[in-house]
């Protein structure tokens, strides 16, 4: 054998050792690098089977933080309306009652007046009558002075 030959059969064993050295440190780094992408792949689960817990409990905190101080006020407007809404009512039937009141008050003057001139024309029928159906007029100038 050749000398030359024989270094260059070193040189390419030499090489093919490098090359699967090279093939060995990449074959472990892809190992690596699978590994951790799984690894990412179980923690990106466990954070998908997570978030929406802790971001629906924290919507939650969230509204009742905000919401508790509107739902309070909500009640005061809700009692204070209750009570004006109270107040008209009773307004109203006060309202009612005085009206009423009023009526019953005007119907016994309409009675007392409608009595009274009933009584003056009982009155003039029984002087006509006493007067023997004779009645004298009264002169205009009379009328005049009288009102």
Do not use: C
């Not at 005061?76 to 809404?85: D, H, P, S, Y």
């Amino acid at each position: 054998m050749d000398e030359q030959a024989l270094e260059r059969a070193k040189r390419r064993i030499a090489e093919a050792r490098e090359g699967r050295r090279e093939e060995a440190r990449f074959e472990a780094a892809l190992q690596r690098s699978r590994e951790e992408v799984e690894a990412l792949g179980r923690v990106a689960a466990a954070l998908a089977a997570a978030v929406p817990d802790r971001v629906g409990d924290a919507v939650q905190e969230g509204l009742r933080r905000e919401v508790l101080p509107v739902a309070r006020n909500l009640g005061e407007i809700r009692g204070l309306l209750n009570n004006v809404i109270g107040r008209l009512e009773r307004l109203e039937q006060e309202l009612i009652a005085e009206r009423n009141a009023r009526l019953d008050d005007l119907t016994l003057l309409v009675d007392l007046v409608s009595s009274g001139w009933r009584g003056v024309d009982g009155r003039l029928q029984r002087i006509e009558s006493a007067a023997g159906g004779e009645v004298v007029p009264l002169r205009s100038e009379h009328v005049a002075a009288a009102s």
